[in-house]
Every structure is written in C-alpha cells, then in structure tokens.
C-alpha cells in the first residue's frame, strides 16, 4: 500500500440543512485532476491522505485508508489488474457549513462486473433509524452533484477497533457500487417540503413558535427547534404530518392513483389546506422524498424541490423546483429522478448529458447510467386535518391550523411526580395541559392549592389504546399487588428503573 498527503483543493457542492447550508460530501469516485473554477465563498477541498493498492482483477482486494474508508473489490470485478486509488478529503470553509468528508476513488468510470462495497465513517448527531442520501457527479467538479434517488443507510457504532463500538460519533455508511460513479453523500432531508407548510401554515396565523412547540408536544424526543425544522430529516417530516396531517391514501408501485382520490386533492388544495405526498420505493412509509401539492391558474400541481451541487445551484439559481401536472401523477411516480431535475432546471431529457445543451457545460450526468436512477413509486398521501364538523368559509379559508389543532383529541401518557407512587394517567393533550389539584386525585393529600407537577411519559397517539400500549412500553416490570396490600388505593404497581408508578390507569399492562 502506497499512502501520501497532497493538498489538492476543489471547489465542493452544498446543501441546506438544520438552518444553516450544509455541505457534505462524503464520496467522490473521480481522479481529479484540478480545479477550474475559484468561488469567492472560500470553500476549498483539502486531501488529507491517500492509499493505492495494485489489484489482481482473479483475486480481488481491499483498499483502505487510515481512517476507516474502505473499498471492497470481489474477485473478478475488473475486467484487469489495476491499481486503484481512493483519498480522503477534508472541506475548509469561512462560513458555517458543516462538513463529514469527501473521498474519491481513481480510476474513474470503471464498470464493475460485480458490485464492490464502499464504507465511509461519518460523524454527526444521528438518527440511527436515518438513511443517507446519495448525490452523484460525472466530472471533476463535485460542485456538480445532482440528486438520482439513491440512499444508503447510516449504520451505528462504527470503529476500526471493535471495543469503541459504542463510542460516540462512530457511525459508518456502507454501499454497494456498480462502476466508479462519483457519490455525495448527505442527510435525507426535506427542507423544500417544510418550507411549503411553514409559509402556508403562517400565512394563516401560526407562528413559527407554535408550529415548533406543538410538535414536540407530539414527539418530545426529537426536540425540534426552528433551525432543525427548516431542513428536517425524516422523523421530524413525519412529526409534521402526525402533528398537523392524517394518512388517507397509500399505493404502492403498479397501483395507479385514481381519479376520485386526485378529484378529493384538488378540492382539499383549494379549500385552503395541506396535502403532502410521502414517497418510497416499496413504501411511502419509507419517506425518501416528500412534495406538496399547490395551486397556479386554478390548476393543482405536485411541487418538488431537487437537490443539486453548488456550481449548478450559481448557473440556475439557488432553488431548484419541479412542478408537474397532479392529473398526471400516475405517470409523475414513474419519472426517473434525473428527468425531474432537467425539467425543473427548463431543460429536456438527455440536455445534462449535453454540454452545450446545458449552462454548466459539463456532461452533469451521461446517458448510459440513467437507468440505475429509480423512481419513487409507492406513496402516501396526507390530508391536513381540518376541525372537527367544520368547512372553509369560503375556498382557501381554512383558518388557523394552531388554533383548531388546540381541540384536537390527540392521547398522551403522563405521571405525576408530587404525588405518592407517582400515578401514571392517560389523557388528552388538553387536559394534560390543565392546572390540576393533587387534592383531587388518590393519594394526592389534602393541601388546597397544591398543583399536579405533570410530567410527559409518551408522545401524542390519535388513539388512547396507543398511549397506553406506548407507556406500558417504558416500564422494566408490573406487578398486580395481593388483597391484602397497604396501597389500598392501587392494584397495580410498575417500575422503571428504581421509580415505581401506580399503573391502575394503564390496567396493569397485561400483568397478572
């Protein structure tokens, strides 16, 4: 193995994400061989270290760095002996981006005749549920990299010593690779989606402060605030939908959407309210890519914002949008990614492979590896939810979605801490909200003006069974108490940890 340091620098691609612009890339398979273009932004891209490995095509191989990047080549993948480079790049920048890393791998362009397997560690707060998603360049200039629907999960506890396994911030993305395409990887998010409801939502009255405090009363683990909440990741989408939306449709690849359902979208749209449409390969459970749906001329259309490099970003503007017909939605689901894109950006299919069809002059991504872009065919489809028993005054009247979210009926479990076997209860959100008197309750003593300190045990459910069964979840163990028990007030009893709760409320969860 040959390792050097170089001190190459390229002009990198960036996204937005958590508020800030966020620029990861974390795999770039391309030989580089300079860089043509010096942005006044400052962001340059630094190789840290390099290995090479000469590999024999009937034997296969692995090269590695120091850090832990690694690639995998199975025997006879190459259709020769070659010798392949992969390097390790660090990002510098004067704005407050944030970076993981970037590695290349040369020679570029190499058609694998089995999938090798690339593994990079990357470092960040994650959810570890997250997937990773894939960006590919076809240049030199990552600053190129365009969104082709590809994703990767990110895996937790990686290290290249087995004890660190549980060390914090080493987590890895691992995949699989056809040819030496170049890879951007970066974090699931759906700023685009986010933004579209904030702005509606707002210019009806909510403020950004209610539209974060109510959804962590949904989901209080994820602790969303505004600035995680203009570039959200999957689980804070989906607390978006749970908060404000219900699931109405679902339809997996090959099940057209009919045109009853697409007739019940429009109307929702004009009526004045939300419609998110949640994508997946096998599911739209999956959330790999969310859209809203709009109105222009009187006409509904599925809204989509792409995701692309830096230098396509300065040639076509910062925010690239697609919006296609809603009637056509059944042919929408089947567009490769890649065509979404050159639509959006005023072009037509093949004008990226073209560099005089394109304003970046670059071959953004040739003809011959489109295929390997799938779509997103299965769907969800939510609906806002609007008050109970009630209508728009008038089309695109829908009022306040804080306000009518207030009396919504959404089931939380809850304890309370002040008094004795902290009694766990399962309630409305608006009534956990509630002053309550601990007088009131057993156990709760006599004092007249002592208030319940409540404290949240699970999110928000639309059902009650589903607070109960999500409580019951937390605890260690639950004991039925015998007759003759000094707690004559309780029959049930739970622990977790150290902590025991009156459990009557939850009707023991299924103890004996």
Known sequence: MNSQDTS???????????????????????LFTGCEKDHADGTDITVLESASEDIIASKGGTISTESGVKLYIPPSALSGDTTITIEKLLVSTDKPWEFLAIVRISPSGLDLLSEATLTIPVEGDFDYKEEAELLNFYGENPGYCIQTGEYAPIIEGYSKHASAKSDQGNNKVQLKIGTTANKVVTRNCHGGTIKNINNMFMNRGCTQTNLVQQMNTVDPSLKITEKTLE?????????VLKTYHEKKYSFKAGQDVPSDVIDKIEEHTKNGYSVVIEYGKSSGDECKHTSTIVIKNGK????????????????????IIYEHELNDINNFRKTNPVNMLEKGLGLQPGDLADPAKNKTGQVVIPMDVRPDNKPWESINIHFEKAPSGSSPKSTGDAGNPCEYWEISRMWCAWYVENISLQPVRV???????????????PGGGMDPDLLMEKVMMTGMHDIKEEAISAACEMFDTVYRLPGSSTFIWTTYLGWIGDVRHDCDELGGCGAK
């Open 8 to 30: 190459a620098k390229i002009s990198t691609c960036f996204l937005k994400r958590y508020g800030f612009l966020f620029s990861v890339i974390c795999s770039a398979f391309i």
């Open 231 to 239: 570039f959200a990741i999957p689980p804070q989408v989906k607390a």
């Open 300 to 319: 509904p259309f599925i809204r989509n914002t792409c995701k692309v490099g830096k230098d396509i970003q300065e040639a076509y503007g910062n925010e």
């Open 427 to 441: 309630t409305t959100h608006v009534d956990f909200d509630k002053d309550e008197l601990c007088k009131n309750y």
